[in-house]
């Protein structure tokens, strides 16, 4: 115990003291003050100003708006991703130290964890949307904490740790992001219904199970040069997502699936005879309908 004690005080230091990277200081918004306020203010319109502000105005319609945004963050996702392509040959699954170096590709690393860093201050506009269209039924904790704690984690990325291990995390959440963001698009645009949607669900809860998987393997791997105190963080957030995303599938996709409400606002389940019941009573006139159909 005592020599996992020291260990873990040993990396404390080695990230406060000497890796805060000084080729990252000055880039916009890596500063520490930057990203309290970023935080601080989003939390602040979501739960207190936002609300206020719309309490007596009448939804904003933004469909053109969301439209132009969903297309950015497709174009965005996929620049960031076809570069990330070209790169990550370069690295290890299992265990891929920082290089801070003033390299050419080192610098270059630099800059693409910035520009991820970007892309999910880019992703708070999300939850304003919501709140300027009053769907307010959409902003639940699974939304907030997942936006708040992106922006955190990056913000790591880019101040202590930009490139190495951590790369894999922004490939993975970049191409999920794209298949979710041209979803967005397909729905503002009334192209009709999307049968995809829980497979998305799925696909964001399997990008968090690949991504424990990773960061695991380089707590397990002895010698490697990336900061094990940060991925003993890193972990126990991205176990919180897979456990908040599944609960989500869970009451979205399948507890609704045998649990609906009928057109008169009765809830309607089906029986083991196959026998519909509202609120408990047999469903008499769908039951009819139904044997009709047959």
């Not at 290890?92 to 991820?116: G, M």
């Not at 669900?201 to 690949?210: E, G, P, R, S």
């Amino acid at each position: 115990m005592t020599t996992l004690i020291n260990h873990l005080y040993t990396q404390y230091r080695y990230i406060t003291e000497y890796k805060a990277d000084p080729r990252t200081e000055d880039f916009l918004f890596v500063k520490p003050l930057w990203v309290i306020g970023i935080i601080g203010i989003y939390l602040h319109f979501v739960y207190k100003s936002g609300s206020a502000f719309m309490k007596k105005k009448k939804p904003y319609k933004l469909n053109k708006i969301l439209q132009l945004y969903n297309i950015m963050q497709i174009i965005l996702n996929g620049y960031l991703l076809v570069i990330l392509l070209g790169l990550i040959w370069k690295y290890k699954f299992v265990c891929e130290p920082v290089d801070y170096s003033n390299n050419q590709f080192a610098l270059q690393v630099t800059a693409i964890v910035w520009f991820y860093y970007m892309l999910k201050i880019f992703d708070l506009l999300d939850t304003i949307f919501f709140i300027l269209r009053k769907k307010q039924n959409q902003i639940t904790f699974l939304h907030v904490y997942h936006h708040a704690g992106m922006i955190i984690v990056t913000w790591v990325g880019i101040r202590y740790l930009p490139g190495g291990h951590g790369v894999f995390l922004g490939l993975i959440n970049t191409f999920v992001h794209i298949i979710m963001y041209t979803h967005y698009l397909w729905t503002s645009l009334n192209l009709g219904k999307a049968w995809w949607k829980k497979y998305i669900t799925q696909l964001q809860i399997f990008q968090f199970i690949i991504i424990f998987l990773q960061f695991l393997s380089a707590i397990l791997t002895k010698d490697c040069g990336y900061p094990k105190v940060l991925l003993l963080l890193f972990i126990p957030h991205n176990i919180f997502m897979i456990v908040l995303f599944t609960d989500f599938y869970y009451k979205s996709y399948i507890q609704k699936k045998s649990s609906q409400i009928d057109k008169n606002g009765l809830l309607t389940r089906t029986n083991q005879s196959g026998v519909e019941l509202s609120n408990g009573r047999p469903n008499i006139s769908e039951n009819l309908t139904k044997s009709k159909l047959l």
